[in-house]
């Protein structure tokens, strides 16, 4: 091998090219693509949460098992994880230490609209979202990056006024007549 001309050399200092696996990026714009996330924030957001989650979990695990603070935060814990779907079953703190950014990703909008079928692909359900016709509760949602608990999952409908909604309505033969005025 050549020795490197001065440029080159100053060039190099700023790059290392042999630690570009250990950033993670493979994984972490695989991720991106698959939930369609488009700012890359939310994903380093959902991450350090993860990680403040099983920081968490391991300093409770450090206290005494019979401990009535480490009892009551623990149950506070998992059951906060469990009602936002993160984890399945508030059984242990386990299962609190193993979440990924991927089990947040999997309670966003778009996704959760997927599993509803409310939309065929995370893409449309996106367009939807931004385009203002899809509502959780009483609010019109146009932020893909959502959350949505286990408890809001029943509420995520189509706004009023979609027309996504009078299709629907009128193929199932339950369009009202008052809504044929608007």
Known sequence: MRQLKHHEKKLLR?????????????????????????NREDYTAYSRICGMVTKLATKLKTLPPDDAFRVAMTDQLLTKLADLGVINKATSLKSAEDITASAICRRRLPVVMVRLKMAQTLKAAITFIESGQIRVGPNCVTDPAFL??????????WTDTSKIRRTVQKYNDKLDDFDLLY
């Open 14 to 38: 700023k790059v290392d090219l042999y630690s570009w696996k250990k950033e993670d990026n493979l994984r972490v714009a695989q991720i991106l693509r698959r939930y369609h996330i488009q």
């Open 148 to 157: 949505v608990t286990k408890a809001m999952e029943d509420y995520v409908t």
